[in-house]
């Protein structure tokens, strides 16, 4: 199996930061994109940022400048560096990953089980 894991959520006022972690762990063999993705009480799930396993990434424009996603391979982690945060960012946080399990030739998604980033005064 493979579990993906969020740490790092809480309570920040608007301009603070907050830094969201993730990790993959599990029957891996190979783990392409790694990403994190928000979801807002009536919205949709939305991307936030996402990187490859070359370190390709790529951003929402309404995080970009603000929000920095970096990974360690060797450690099949993730990172989300949040600054400048904004009302508008509050919501549930997600990461996921594309795993190849070992034996396996294909690559599927998985995904964390969420953690709330809520910004306010």
């Known amino acids: 199996q493979v579990q993906v894991v969020e740490s790092g959520g809480g309570l920040v006022q608007p301009g603070g930061s907050l830094r969201l972690s993730c990790a993959a762990s599990g029957n891996i063999d190979s783990i392409g994109t790694m990403g994190w993705y928000r979801q807002a009480p009536g919205n949709e799930r939305e991307l936030v940022a996402s990187s490859t396993s070359a370190g390709s990434t790529k951003y929402a424009d309404s995080v970009k400048g603000r929000f920095t996603i970096s990974r360690d391979n060797a450690k099949n982690t993730v990172l989300l560096q949040m600054n400048g945060l904004k009302d508008e960012d509050t919501a549930i946080y997600y990461c996921?990953?594309?795993?190849?399990?070992?034996?396996?030739?294909?690559?599927?998604?998985?995904w964390g089980q969420g953690t709330q980033v809520t910004v306010s005064s």
């Open positions: 996921n990953a594309a795993v190849r399990r070992s034996g396996s030739t294909r690559f599927l998604w998985y």
